[in-house]
């Protein structure tokens, strides 16, 4: 192997870190919402530049809010088969190399989302990133009760993306950030379910029960996801798109009540793995089909 060859190794073994680090592919999922709640804003139509930036800054602030979870948690990372190769918590990384990224990225993402849209959607973008890194990653040792916390930070990203199209905290954007916040409820407590054993040994408590995976917690995943059939309806009622959209948001809530109901009865991890795969396909199908609306109805 040449010299060269070797220091382009270091240099793709050092940059996939970093997109570990940033909890890149789920990153994506985060900036996507942020973009496409934007492109949802009233009088906001497709600017590429635009978008590029929001989608920059989007990747950066959630990229920093990641690298501090790491940070916090690289003992428990290490414990865990999932998240033991981890950049942080394999050694691979310092906590001082991963600290300074973190910091750097907030400051730029901030100063990019604040000067070119608005300094409204970067002070939430900052709230968020408070609220994931410092109260959030701490809290899932001690309750449950971080899930909700979570879900806050989880669903802020349309809230900013439509904030950064307005600079206004308007129903709109609220209505965005219900779908995305009650969303997460299913979504994370089926991952929590396949994931359970990982997540006791690390000591996270992240199951609406103590015990674990049982009725309970499938009973509370049906009640989070039967929340999300009104609430999909309020785009609508909100004129941000048509009847087009509002009946495949609805037939995408209703496929994730039946998938929890299953849950409940089946009560096994497969059934769990059905909600965890079935809301990854819903968040881009009823965002897209909201944006979709929109612009035919222009």
Same mark, same amino acid.
Not at 33 to 44: F, K
Not at 133 to 144: C, Q
Not at 261 to 277: D, H, T
């Given at each position: ?63 920093? *809010? ?21 950049? !942080? ?65 989880? =669903? ?45 040994? =690390? ?7 103590? =015990? ?8 509370? *995943? ?10 999909? !309806? ?50 881009? !199908? ?13």
């Amino acid at each position: 192997m040449t010299e060269q060859q070797s220091v382009w190794g270091v240099i793709r073994e050092k940059f996939r870190d970093y997109l570990l680090l940033i909890k890149f592919t789920l990153n994506l999922t985060v900036v996507f919402s942020s973009v496409i709640s934007y492109l949802l804003a009233p009088n906001v139509t497709f600017n590429l530049l635009s978008v590029l930036l929001l989608f920059i800054s989007g990747l950066l602030i959630t990229g920093s *809010a990641n690298a501090i979870n790491q940070i916090t948690e690289k003992e428990t990372d290490a414990m865990m088969k999932r998240t033991a190769k981890r950049p !942080v918590a394999s050694g691979r990384m310092s906590v001082t190399e991963a600290t300074g990224f973190a910091g750097i990225a907030a400051v730029a993402g901030t100063l990019i989302i604040g000067y070119w849209f608005n300094w409204t959607a970067a002070l939430l973008s900052l709230f968020s990133l408070f609220l994931y890194g410092f109260i959030y990653t701490p809290l899932k040792r001690v309750h449950s009760i971080s899930v909700l916390i979570g879900a806050i930070p989880g =669903a802020l990203p349309c809230l900013i993306g439509w904030v950064a199209g307005t600079d206004e905290m308007s129903m709109g954007g609220w209505a965005l950030f219900a779908i995305q916040f009650f969303w997460q409820f299913p979504h994370f407590w089926a991952i929590a379910w396949v994931a359970h054993k990982d997540y006791m040994r =690390a000591g996270f408590k992240l199951m609406p029960s103590d =015990a674990g995976p049982t009725k309970y917690s499938a009973i509370q *995943a049906i009640i989070y996801s039967v929340f999300m059939v009104p609430v999909g !309806v309020l785009p609508y009622l909100l004129h941000m798109s048509g009847w087009i959209s509002m009946i495949i948001v609805l037939m995408a809530n209703l496929v994730m009540v039946w998938q929890c109901v299953r849950l409940y009865q089946e009560m096994n991890v497969q059934a769990a793995r059905r909600v965890m795969f079935g809301s990854y396909i819903y968040l881009p !199908v009823v965002l897209l089909s909201l944006l979709t609306d929109k612009i035919a109805g222009v």
